[in-house]
């Protein structure tokens, strides 16, 4: 089979790229945006050689349309996209051409390619937003996405739905929970944390109260493979661990496995995107993706936090 897929410069892109690659099941094509630098494709260069690598912008219909026939996938994973949820409120524009008409395009590509089996959508727990009922969200629950990013991402999944329903689209969409795991890029949560204790240096936390679900990567590839090889289709699925961690003790945890001494300090960094919200609470019910595909996470919190301390030890 082939199976194409976007974002594979990205980290769970690439790194789920990596597995498809190794395993040697598939013919693997991915799409990267025109100006990605060499720095930007350094996650792929030792396997490179072995996938077929197109350039297209997502908000480019018509590149996007050759690549895709160019290549006739019989399977989409997209999981490419702007995902910087605190710079999509300085740039909403952007966020929505790249995420929403991208993915309009990557569709409507689709629909045109024989034999086509299934278009796997990266969503986000960031579209069920605020909810009165703090506990792990299920998939039925209505969206309230609270940014820009968020946003985008829920426009998707109605747009999805309906390509389903009206040009017979087959699809699955994943809600995963935040991921943390990555080699090449320190500025999310975690890694920022991890990174900047190794380096002795103070640590911000923005939103020391907020309760968030944390997967390692490997079970996030995990969810993606699986839903590749399922033969289940038109469904949503929540992927994460609904271990509700508290953004406070997560540094703690990290604090107390580096002997970190010194500061936490509760409050944005000075030079801060300027972000007006965030949520207080985002955490997934996975039971759903346990009960039709067999799918759990296998890391737990100190499992994944001990192997990605230890790969930023060495880098």
């Known amino acids: 089979m082939k199976v194409l897929i976007t974002g594979a410069t990205g980290f769970i892109g690439s790194e789920l790229t990596r597995r498809l690659v190794e395993e040697g099941k598939d013919e693997i094509g991915v799409i990267v945006r025109t100006a990605s630098s060499k720095d930007h494709m350094y996650a792929i260069s ?3 050689s072995r996938i077929q690598i197109y350039h297209a912008n997502f908000t480019d219909w018509h590149a996007i349309k050759k690549a895709i026939s160019d290549f006739s996938p019989n399977y989409i994973i997209h999981i490419g996209a702007r995902t910087e949820v605190r710079h999509s409120f300085e740039n909403p524009h952007e966020f929505n051409e790249t995420n929403y008409l991208g993915t309009i395009n990557l569709i409507h590509a689709a629909l045109q390619v024989p034999d086509f089996k299934k278009f796997i959508f990266a969503s986000s727990m960031e579209v069920y937003g605020y909810q009165p009922e703090k506990k792990p969200f299920k998939e039925k629950l209505p ?5 820009p990013y968020s946003v985008s991402k829920a426009a998707c999944e109605y747009y999805i739905e309906m390509a389903g329903k009206i040009y017979g689209l087959p699809y699955l969409i994943s809600r995963a929970c935040n991921t943390y795991g990555r080699r090449y890029n320190a500025g999310y949560i975690v890694e920022y944390i991890i990174t900047s204790m190794i380096a002795g240096k103070d640590v911000y936390l923005g939103t020391p109260d907020a309760i968030r679900d944390l997967m390692y990567v490997d079970d996030h590839v995990n969810a993606y493979y699986t839903l590749l090889r399922s033969s289940v289709t038109n469904q949503t699925f929540n992927f994460g661990t609904g271990n509700q961690k508290v953004v406070r003790e997560v540094a703690e945890l990290i604090k107390n496995k580096l002997n970190f001494s010194g500061k936490i300090i509760e409050h944005w ?10 949520e207080e609470y985002l955490s997934v019910d996975a039971s759903k993706a ?3 595909l067999n799918w759990e996470p296998k890391y737990s919190i100190e499992e994944g936090l001990d192997k990605t301390i230890e790969y930023w030890k060495n880098k």
Not at 143 to 147: D, F, I, K, V
């Open 46 to 48: 030792d396997f490179a």
């Open 143 to 147: 969206l309230h996405p609270g940014s």
């Open 269 to 278: 960094p000075p030079d801060y995107p300027h972000r007006p919200t965030a």
């Open 290 to 292: 346990k009960k039709i």
